[in-house]
């Protein structure tokens, strides 16, 4: 029995001392938190052991796999938190959570991506202290910071509760000098619920890809975006290529103030090119908010594009574009947009009960055109008629103030929703192919709207009762262009300037070029403050007299 007892040590004891090695390295490249003996659910602060654990990994190029567990993490200023280093990799198997700990603090990241690359987070679990914090000040409390970084990607988180934002990408603004701006940037199936201030926001990067994010339930402080676009800069020997690129994929957001938010008013002269691809929103304020961009700028060549968007039961608009510049500010595209049920809460007038609301409120304060937007095609759903249906326009725009480069194409369906084009002003182009609508836009063209008009148009068809009253074949500013009669009734072209026809000019008040003839059609162009007839074909009047 002794020489048994022997044997069974020592056969037993190497074997445990084996399993022993083995259970803080779990392959050649893998090390496991348990090294420096960090558990989970210890209910103490253990920031600084998984940054001592962090740095060493980093600088081995190991991978850290942190077990299933609750971590407490110190978020008592801007600099605590885990800290990524160059070359940082981060496994958290299934249960492993990040908790903040209580604090009165404005700003702080539990886990922070500063002025560092390749970096590799798979699956973190944050739970923030929105609901048990300690103080009311800031809005800075994020649950992952990626600050002049490269070449990072996190995959499969899941964040909420933040005091702040679930994920913020932006720059060191404590930083006089870094090394890096943040470029390749990915954020893979986040999932980020019940945070402060934003979802995600994007507030600098160039080659930024999120996919398939989904983002709820954002609220606490303005802005309250699911995913928010808003360079934070305006220096303008800041790096211009520092806000472009950005790709956002089948993102999901709901019930927060804003879907998509951009507010890109610090934008200045740079490129700026971002896509959103099959965006859904369900019951949010906004399925889509472009707040003030003021002019001042040249944004040529910039556009946003967005890409079968599916906005449902916002509580106001699908699409709200508020007093945004039309001046080389980036060109918005909102592709096939498909817009069921807004104003949910049941606002009685324009902006609120629109589809789409174009609004231009600063109009005669700070003297400028709203606009840079075109919508192509869409169908607009109400599931039945409301007590507000003489006001559910699919579009509407801001009463008697001029608008810029705006087109309104193609209106593909509509049901339950008044056929109108609410307010239709200068300097919106709306095309009716499929005959939705029941009335487009005014004919009435004076001195501001031809100048408008002709430094967007090429192709300009004017509706009413599904049939075209009049068309621009050609528009451009300072080159004849022509006007044809394609209907069978009258085509009326009322203008409050100066007429010029074979060296006569006729400068009533208020003149009417009209004709009944069908494919009649003149030509006219607009130069130094006259509007001269140069040519024309079929029986025309002005102001009831044949000529």
Not at 65 to 70: P, V, W
Not at 107 to 133: A, M, Q, W
Not at 418 to 447: H, M, R, W
Not at 507 to 532: A, F, H, P, Q
Request: overall charge positive; hydrophobic content about 35%.
């Amino acid at each position: 029995m002794k020489r048994l007892n022997i044997w069974l040590s020592l056969v037993l004891f190497p074997i445990l001392l084996f399993n022993g090695i083995n259970y803080a390295q779990t392959s050649k490249n893998v090390i496991n938190l348990k090294k420096w003996s960090i558990y989970g659910n210890e209910n103490k602060d253990v920031t600084k052991k998984i940054n001592l654990a962090i740095e060493e990994c980093s600088k081995k190029g190991l991978t850290l796999e942190i077990d299933s567990g609750l971590y407490l993490i110190n978020t008592t200023n801007y600099e605590s938190g885990l800290i990524c280093r160059a070359g940082t990799t981060i496994n958290f198997k299934k249960g492993a959570i990040l908790k903040a700990i209580d604090s009165k603090s404005e700003s702080y990241s539990v886990i922070r991506i500063f002025n560092c690359k390749n970096v590799n987070l798979i699956n973190p679990t944050i739970v923030g202290d929105k609901e048990r914090h300690l103080g009311k000040d800031g809005e800075w409390g994020h649950g992952i910071t990626i600050n002049n970084s490269e070449n990072v990607t996190v995959s499969g988180a899941t964040i909420t509760e933040c005091w702040g934002d679930g994920i913020y990408l932006g720059y060191d603004w404590n930083l006089k000098e870094f090394a890096y701006y943040n470029e390749n940037i990915n954020i893979v199936r986040p999932k980020i619920s019940r945070c402060r201030r934003n979802g995600i926001s994007i507030c600098m990067g160039k080659y930024i890809n999120i996919e398939s994010p989904i983002i709820t339930d954002i609220n606490g402080t303005l802005p309250g975006a699911a995913i928010d676009f808003e360079p934070e800069f305006s220096d303008p020997n800041f790096n211009k290529l520092n806000f472009d690129k950005i790709t956002v994929n089948n993102p999901i957001t709901g019930n927060s103030h804003y879907g998509l938010l951009f507010a890109l008013n610090l934008m200045r002269n740079y490129l700026v090119r971002i896509v959103v691809n099959n965006h859904i929103d369900n019951s949010s304020e906004y399925g889509c908010y472009f707040s003030e961009v003021e002019p001042g700028r040249d944004n040529s060549g910039s556009s946003i594009i967005l890409n079968n968007p599916n906005w449902e039961n916002n509580r106001q608009n699908g699409l709200c574009v508020a007093n945004y510049s039309g001046h080389n500010s980036p060109q918005i595209i909102v592709n096939n947009p498909k817009i069921y049920n807004w104003n949910r809460a049941n606002y009685k007038t324009f902006p609120g009960t629109a589809a789409i609301s174009i609004l231009n409120s600063k109009y005669g304060k700070i003297h400028y055109f709203v606009g840079n937007l075109v919508v192509n095609g869409g169908r607009y759903e109400l599931s039945s008629k409301p007590v507000w249906y003489s006001n559910s326009y699919p579009v509407a725009c801001s009463w008697g103030v001029p608008f810029e480069n705006v087109r309104i194409q193609n209106i593909e369906f509509l049901k339950n929703v008044n056929s109108n084009i609410a307010t239709p002003s200068e300097g919106i182009v709306i095309e009716d192919k499929y005959k939705y609508l029941k009335t487009a836009i005014s004919t009435n063209i004076g001195k501001n709207n031809l100048i408008n008009l002709s430094n967007f148009c090429l192709n300009y068809e004017v509706k009413s009762l599904g049939q075209t009253i009049f068309h621009f074949k050609q528009a451009p500013k300072g080159v004849p262009f022509v006007l044809e009669n394609l209907g069978k009734g009258s085509l009326i072209l009322v203008i409050n300037i100066p007429l010029k026809y074979n060296g006569k000019l006729f400068t009533i008040k208020e003149g009417r070029l009209s004709t009944t003839s069908s494919d009649s059609y003149i030509k006219v162009c607009y130069e130094n403050g006259n509007l001269e007839l140069l040519e024309k074909k079929g029986r025309w009047m002005f102001n009831g007299k044949s000529f």
